[in-house]
């Protein structure tokens, strides 16, 4: 076992023990009749047609992606890069999260990994934006029009904050290496701050890119009150517009596999003083989980039967770092 190997694996044991654990708390401090009763008012038709309309989802959530890279390789090479990435953050004990393999996939086609790094920070970025701008808005709407200003102003800050992170890069990488020439890597370091620059060039892609992704966490949003629904959670609209993009963020800590248990007793926590029965909010939580699962699944077949793998080859990781 290499010390790659090995690392990777720790990583992992980590992941599945936070979610085992988190797991274990959910169903000792929960009623697990009340969880299975939930899950038995899901039926077979709604789980399909949330689950077709999740892939829809990410069909364009791949297609923002795309564009942010000036679409630089075909868009099915992008597609199936989306989701060995989705499949790779969800299913695989690797090192390597969702969005390196994604990056790696793409670099394979296009051999440009500063371009490709640049448009993956840029993806991250315009989704966090999102998310933050959708919660803010549920806090608003929960708040009342007293509350309204003040989550103006933070999410004005926050896209300004990032929209910061991403112009002021380039003039700081290309003043770092003016000023201390010999420092390594001085010409990846050059061509990735270019690529940001030629990003930040587009100010109209950018724009199109949070709206969409704004939109698409927001159908997502819908297809989660789609379940709970069933299984009956009855809160306000706008608390899920607060909670769920919340507990999507505190998911993505790298202390469980893909949110596992992390997921549900975050939303549960967030959802409770809205009147929503804990039990039933991870029964829904845990049929979305299920999504998440087979829509990597899917993404793992695709790959396989295209051929592809989910480690780069050695020679393409060189050039990405060259």
């Given at each position: 076992m290499t010390r790659g190997t090995g690392r990777a694996l720790r990583k992992w044991a980590i992941r599945?023990?936070?979610?085992?654990?988190?797991?274990?708390?959910?169903?000792?401090?929960?009623?697990?009749?009340?969880?299975?009763?939930?899950?038995?008012?899901l039926t077979w038709p709604l789980f399909l047609s949330?689950?077709?309309?999740?892939?829809?989802?990410?069909?364009?959530?791949?297609?923002?992606?795309?564009?942010?890279?000036?679409?630089?390789?075909?868009?099915?090479?992008?597609?199936?890069?989306?989701?060995?990435?989705?499949?790779?953050?969800?299913?695989?004990?690797?090192?390597?999260?969702?969005?390196a393999v994604r990056a790696g996939l793409a670099h394979v086609a296009l051999r440009d990994g500063p371009r490709v790094a640049a448009a993956a920070v840029g993806d991250r970025t315009v989704d966090l934006v999102a998310l933050v701008c959708l919660m803010l808005v549920g806090?608003?709407?929960?708040?009342?029009a007293g509350s309204g200003g003040f989550a103006i102003a933070v999410a004005g800050g926050i896209l300004a904050a990032a929209s910061a992170g991403l112009f002021l890069l380039p003039p700081l990488v290309r003043a770092l290496w003016r000023r201390w020439p010999r420092l390594p890597a001085r010409d990846l370091a050059l061509r990735t701050a270019e690529a940001f620059a030629a990003l930040t060039r587009r100010p109209?892609?950018?724009?199109?890119?949070?709206?969409?992704?704004?939109?698409?966490?927001?159908?997502?949003?819908?297809?989660?009150?789609?379940?709970?629904?069933?299984v009956g959670v009855n809160v306000p609209v706008a608390a899920w517009f607060f909670a769920w993009p919340l507990a999507k963020i505190i998911a993505t800590l790298p202390v469980s596999l893909g949110g596992l248990g992390v997921r549900?007793?975050?939303?549960?926590?967030?959802?409770?003083?809205?009147?929503?029965?804990?039990?039933?909010?991870?029964?829904?939580?845990?049929?979305?989980?299920?999504?998440?699962?087979?829509?990597?699944?899917l993404g793992a077949l695709v790959l396989a039967l295209s051929g592809g793998s989910f480690r780069t080859r050695p020679s393409a990781i060189k050039e990405m770092s060259e």
């Open positions: 599945a023990g936070g979610s085992a654990l988190a797991l274990a708390l959910i169903f000792s401090l929960l009623p697990r009749e009340a969880i299975f009763e939930g899950f038995a008012r949330v689950f077709a309309s999740f892939l829809v989802c990410h069909v364009a959530a791949a297609a923002k992606w795309w564009w942010l890279m000036d679409r630089a390789i075909g868009f099915p090479a992008a597609l199936r890069a989306h989701f060995g990435g989705l499949a790779a953050n969800l299913c695989l004990p690797g090192a390597a999260g969702g969005d806090l608003t709407l929960i708040g009342g109209g892609v950018l724009l199109a890119a949070l709206a969409l992704s704004v939109s698409i966490q927001a159908a997502l949003i819908g297809l989660s009150i789609q379940l709970a629904l069933v549900e007793s975050s939303l549960a926590a967030l959802l409770a003083p809205f009147g929503a029965a804990a039990a039933e909010v991870v029964a829904s939580g845990l049929a979305w989980q299920g999504i998440l699962y087979l829509a990597g699944a």
